[in-house]
């Protein structure tokens, strides 16, 4: 199965990894479990297993589906594409073009993670727009999928140079190495545990798979970074030694969380043991220390031997970021939804949630207002919880890094407790950055960072896009300008504020907006169906509103800072972007009457990436077509206003459109055809 | 960026593009007046030229006609609703009345002053268009990130001989329509575009 195969000219089909079909037995069991356990042990009613029954089925049907699935997939890499065929009773054939592929992600779930296996993850870009599903190859065994990504990025010196040279004199420190023999048996017991270990040290399989897997599954990461991270990581509170280890090493990754979830009966200890790495017999912790110490290694094996993928770390996780994701309203929904599941779960052992609730309340006898706040405050806290919960585990070992690639660079994001995700971003797809703050939480500093690229999904679950978790502004700014990488960081530059029209404009629209509402509730009001009481709302909703507006006005700014272009609004998220001058493809102004009236211009840069339009409103009428032509220099300069000295507003970055400029100069008074055409 | 040095090379090789070059009735009209000023005041140190060429008259019926379809059909379902039920009568007076209005200004006021508001342009280097009419917009985009070029024709614009020219780039949102061409106006333009894009190396974003 390995991806050599694909090398001579017309490669051979290939299956997912065979461990799918495993897994999805292991599933199919597992969904059978509950319902078995509160049938025959706790001796549940019948009537009450129906959510059990529906788990069960639900269970089989998605592992049934899974292992046909797997049965009629093939897929290959040509020179020119990657081909995939699928589907049982609708065949589906899909190639992509290989030059066309702007991202190769991976994730695994637990159970993927269990049986060392990779989902993949092509991107086109196309998803982008026309809602088309991605290129997944669920699943790949671990070290298949990294060469697949190799192959597939161009970064065919991350597989390829160190196989033979650098990688394997590195062998026999390497831990993966070492752990070897413990793999080639693992491998043939077959038993649950046991197939825990080749994941763990997937390396091994590639020992044994070939000699071109050997290094790049372990080690593309391993060595640098991993070393990277451990001088860090010492700073860094407890969680992330283990999490830290984790990511470090593919192979070693696994290890760890076996070892913290599955515990010391799982013989994890012993398989560390023959492992040759020497490690107390307890779980967790001696775990992190081994893999700490894999990734000492493969750091030191690293540096001494290729630093060929260097890697900066830009960020790591900080466990008090979850403040910031606890907060809101989102806690009551996420309260909702766990309480609902909570309710069904222990009323198949004949409990009444609500019964339980509204006793305890009785017995407190509080008094109906304090009652009602107290039930607040707790169901607030419960959803906060599993906020917390539901943070860590998504954003467990974050760490957002910078990696040298065959064509550059790009930005790697890994995180995830149980379901990993690696995202790499390509650095030359990149366009700028944008920065969100909620309104309510600005106080606290609270933001969200995403990057402005092109070809990742902005509606995805996985936010691909998104840099950071929510956190405070003060590291979202710094990692941005780590990110882009230019001296006065255009997210941090003082922004040129806004005419006051604009903030006349807003006090008009809120006016006008608490008008338009009331004059539609006129004539229910005269008709007597609607209470008088409700314009008298309207009158305090007024001031509300205004206040809405001056914040509003506020959140204005915008200013061009080396080869960005800088703009910021937004009312409930303030939002501050950074958009690469040379990306912007269309420039649109606006004017409406009132923005007319009170000398006011909105300029809209339109980019392929991202949102795809980054407004800038309410610029001062007079300084808008200068902001703009030196947004996307030289763009405009043929439809300037001849008859005012053009003082060549763009400072164009290098490499822009400045050069194409001169040549045109279609110059407005000149409608002949022939005038475009210099040469 | 690479795409852009490369567009660079592109534009010598579009002899023929010719601006809007096809004779055009309204291409005489001239671009002055309150609507054809571009933002900013006559002071200001640079401000936009409107673009050379405007829509043509048909136009004006083909947007009465639109307005009127869309808003007059609205307010007569609405209508009805109120006529044959009457609780909805207090709610619905406020809405029928703005209807009115709106169904009035859409097909008396807007397509005189679309009229008069929109211009366009294509060089080799960019398409230039001035639309709208109680918001105005000016737009700009270059050739070089040009991705599609269609000529679309509406029923109403069948009848009338019209087409819109829609331009749209690698942004979701950076298209830019040009109403109200003639048909054979607008299949030019797009031919012609579509000839100076195609040769544009890169994809575009």
Known sequence: MSSDDTRPSEPTWQRLNHRVIWVDLLWSLLALTPGAVALFVVGAKPSNLVPWA??????????GSDMLRWTFTRYRVTDQEVQRRTGVFVRRYR??????????????????????????????????????SAFVLDALAAP?????????MGESEVPAPRTPAEEFPQAPENPAAQHGPVDGSAQGLGEVGARLGP???????LGEAGAPHGPENGSPQGPGEAGARLGSEDASPQGLGEAGARLGSENASPQGLVGASRGPENGSPQRLGKGGVRVGPEDGSAQVGEAGVAGARGGGGGEGGAPRERVTVLARLRPWWVVYNVVGVWAYAMAAGLLWGLYWFVSTFGIDLWDVATGLADRASLGPVATAVVAFVAVGVFGAAGMAVSFFTTNWGLELARVATASGSALRTRRGLFTTREVNRDEARMRGILIREPLLWRWAGMSDTQVITTGLQLYSMAEPATILPRGPVGVARAVSAAVLGVEPSPLTVPLTRH?????????WWATLLTAVIAAFLAAPVLAGVVPPLVLWCLLGLWPLTLLLAVAAYRSLGHTVSGAYVV???????????????DA????ALRESILQRRLGLTTVSTMTAAGWGVYATPDLDAHEAVSFASTAAPGLLDPFLEPSTPTPQPSTPTPDTQAPELPEPSPKPTNPSPDGADPG | MTIREETGKAPPAANKEAGPGTPDPTVGRPASGRWAAGPGAPDAPVRLRPPQNGVERRAIVWWALRGLTLWGGALAALAAVAVFWAPSRPWLAAPIVALAVTTVAKSLVEPWWRFAVHRWEITDQATYAVTGWVVREWRVAPTSRVQTVDAVRGPLEQLLGLSTLRVTTASSSGAISVAGLDKDVARDAAERLAAVAEITPGDAT
């Open chain 1, 567 to 581: 703009a910021r609004s937004g009312l409930v998220s303030r939002s501050t972007s950074a958009l690469r001058r």
């Open chain 1, 499 to 507: 005419p006051r029209a604009a903030l006349r404009r807003r006090l």
């Open chain 1, 95 to 132: 190639a992509v073009r290989r030059d066309r592929i702007r991202s190769v992600d991976t994730h695994a779930r637990l159970r993927h993670r269990i049986a060392g296996l990779r989902v993949v993850t092509i991107g086109a870009g196309q998803q982008l727009t026309t809602g088309q």
């Open chain 1, 144 to 152: 298949e999928a990294t060469l697949l990504r190799a192959t597939l």
């Open chain 1, 199 to 205: 994941e763990n040290a997937s390396p091994q399989g």
């Open chain 1, 54 to 63: 529906i788990v069960a089925a639900l269970g089989l049907f998605g592992a």
């Open chain 1, 584 to 587: 912007v493809s269309t420039i």
